[in-house]
């Protein structure tokens, strides 16, 4: 585990090093004596928003990289169930891991943009305006993941009839829902322009 761990953070800093700093700044922290390079603080406070600002997105690469994995366990199994138990698995909390993220991340740029904007009019109707976005963006993004995992069941069916209707259920109803969220939408921006 500790590995593990230790390998994810060593793959990381090979990521993030050349954003976070460049030759001619070294990072020391002296406490204010005298000499000492001022502006610390603000430097590690950019870093640190730097790196919350991209963590999202690395954590969903390693997210699909997972996936991919999970994909070649099926792909190399060649018959063994054990192997596709696991490789089924394995793609299943990728997705998980990409939708609570981006869950995350949604929820992150909802407070972010409530707490930046000035309010120019009624923060009710800013506040429910940027949910309802959010929510929008969330469903969306569950119709991905649903058609996804649809597609995903439809092709591991290996020939059995009542895996691959449960599959094609998922797509029509994945499609289904895609339409009535369009329609939501436009219905919402319809009476919100009133």
Known sequence: MKRSL?????????FLAPQLASADDIWIY?????GCPSGFTERLTGVLTLLLARLPA????????????????IL???GNEERVTKGKNTITWAVIGIF???????????????ANSVPSGDIIQSVTATL???????????LV?????????????????EEFTKAQNGLFYAALGGIIINLSQQI???????
Do not use: H, N, W
Request: with cysteine; net charge negative.
């Open 58 to 73: 690395y954590i969903q690469g390693f997210g699909v990289l997972f996936i991919m994995i999970g994909g070649a366990y």
């Open 145 to 161: 993941g649903i058609a996804l995992f649809s597609g995903m069941r439809m092709v591991l069916a290996f020939g059995k009839e």
């Open 132 to 142: 309802i976005g959010s929510i929008f963006d969330l469903l969306y993004i569950a």
């Open 6 to 14: 230790l390998r994810v953070l060593a793959s990381a800093s090979l």
């Open 188 to 194: 919402f921006d319809a009476f919100a322009t009133l």
């Open 76 to 78: 190399l199994s060649a």
């Open 100 to 114: 609570v993220t981006e869950f995350a991340d949604q929820l992150v740029g909802f407070v972010r943009d409530e």
């Open 30 to 34: 002296c406490g204010g004596l005298p």
